[in-house]
């Protein structure tokens, strides 16, 4: 069975630039989240992908988006970088595709943004 | 939507001694609280979740208590190790955002040998 992977593992950016990060779900998972990590504070929900569409969102501006695919592997995109996004992106997959069964987290992709 | 708070926002205890995290949520809709462990450097992993037609679940020296009225419920670790220093993360569904997981912010627990 294969686990949640993430890349790039880190990664560093200017202000303005754009950022694409991507996840492989776990072997049979059907359903991706993406949370982000800011240091020192808990995962915050950006959204979720369930069959190649959005399907829940959290409080982020539209400059976060993303995809999903028919393999259900995902990316996550950043426009007009800020320095506040700096933080860990952490993919989740799931069986649920409500919030009431287990995340399995990939290692994350930790963005610097100078 | 969903508020989850957590306390406290760190922890350290002595070997062999019992820890214990609480946290507290607003929506009276939620019916899953899962608790996860992050280890410095390492993903968050599920340790022990309940559901809320339970008020109590355990799994070795780990055990969760729910309290709905109060809408609170809490992680007991008893006769800690070193191995047990690490991140707690608790959690609840977000109502606003489809019932995805919205996480408290952190216990850092550190046990003493």
């Known amino acids: 069975e294969t686990g949640v992977t993430q890349s790039p593992t880190h990664l560093i950016k200017t202000r303005g630039q754009q950022v694409t990060l991507r996840c492989s779900s776990q072997?049979?998972?059907?359903?991706v989240s993406w949370y982000q990590q800011a240091l020192g504070q808990g995962p915050q929900f950006i959204f979720q992908?369930?069959?190649?569409?959005?399907?829940g969102r959290g409080n982020f501006p539209p400059r976060f988006s993303g995809l999903q695919f028919p393999n259900y592997s995902s990316e996550l995109n950043v426009n007009a970088l800020e320095l506040d996004d700096s933080a860990l992106y952490l993919c989740?997959?799931?069986?649920?595709?409500?919030?009431?069964?287990?995340?399995?987290f990939g290692e994350g992709s930790r963005l610097t943004v100078l | 939507g969903e508020n989850v708070e957590q306390h406290p926002s760190t922890l350290s205890v002595q070997e062999g001694d019992s820890a214990v995290i609480k946290c507290t949520y607003s929506?009276?809709?939620?019916?899953?609280f899962p608790w996860y462990k992050q280890e410095l450097g390492k993903r968050p992993q599920l340790i022990i979740d309940?559901?809320?037609?339970?008020g109590e679940k355990k799994d070795q020296r780990i055990a969760v208590t729910l309290n709905k009225t109060a809408k609170h419920f809490s992680l007991h670790i008893t006769e800690t190790q070193p191995e047990d220093s690490a991140v707690y993360f608790c959690a609840a569904p977000h109502k606003a955002a489809g019932n995805k997981l919205t996480f408290g912010g952190g216990t850092r627990v550190l046990v003493k040998p």
């Open positions: 309940i559901r809320s037609n339970v």
């Open positions: 072997s049979g998972h059907n359903t």
């Open positions: 989740a997959s799931s069986l649920w595709v409500q919030g009431d069964g287990e995340l399995f």
């Open positions: 929506d009276s809709a939620s019916n899953y």
């Open positions: 992908y369930y069959r190649e569409e959005e399907n």
